[in-house]
Structures are given as C-alpha cells and as structure tokens.
Nanobody, 116 residues
Framework: VQLVESGGGLVQAGGSLRLSCAAS????????MAWYRQTPGKERELVAT????????FYVDSVKGRFTISNDNAKNTMYLQMNSLKPEDTAVYLC??????????WGQGTQVTVSS
C-alpha cells in the first residue's frame, strides 16, 4: 500500500485546511485509515481514525468538533477537514493505513502551519 498526502500549508488561526491521502496498491486489504501528527521533540499523536467498512470514526479530544475525517472508497482517498485551526495544530500530518495482516503503512507527511 502506498499513501500520498496533500493539502497542507500555512493558514492563520481560525482558518481551515483540507488534507487528502490517496492510497494505491493493495487497497482492498485496508481495514482502518488514520491521521497522525508530529512536532519536533514530541511523540507522534493520533488525530483521527476511520474504518473502511462502516465508516466508524474516532477523534482525539483536542480536535473534536473542529476536524472531520472522511473517505471516498471509490477514489481510494481519505480526507481530513480541519476548521477553527489553532497554532497548537501546527505539525506534520501523516496518513496511516492499517491492513488486515496487522501491518501499518505511512505516507511521507504534509506540513500544516497555523500562525497566530
């Protein structure tokens, strides 16, 4: 499975961005997809997850009500709509796919910078 993120950038606090993660390869083996984020000196943080079947979602408390994860299985693409962005949301956002074998695959990441 190959994952490619896009949509990051620089935005002012209170603004919005939409991240995309395009999956290719053995996408039929994907069970759950997720967005993580990482800042220098900190551990990678889970942001949100979505199951490929049923579309069940999970959000970390800090983004509930502001971020929305979704997927378009026909396009093999996952999205993260980020609204009301805060400076503390600044990070590299990484796409993750968890496949049925238990393996995890990662994208290269996309930088999100929120200015105050």
């Amino acid at each position: 499975v190959q994952l490619v993120e896009s949509g990051g950038g620089l935005v002012q606090a209170g603004g919005s961005l939409r991240l995309s993660c395009a999956a290719s390869g053995s996408t039929e083996s994907i069970n759950t997809m997720a967005w993580y984020r990482q800042t220098p000196g900190k551990e990678r943080e889970l942001v949100a997850t979505i199951t490929n079947v049923g579309g069940r979602t999970f959000y970390v408390d800090s983004v509930k009500g502001r971020f929305t994860i979704s997927n378009d299985n026909a396009k093999n693409t996952m999205y993260l709509q980020m609204n009301s962005l805060k400076p503390e949301d600044t990070a590299v956002y990484l796409c993750n796919a968890w496949v049925l074998t238990g393996d995890h695959y990662w994208g290269q990441g996309t930088q999100v910078t929120v200015s105050s």
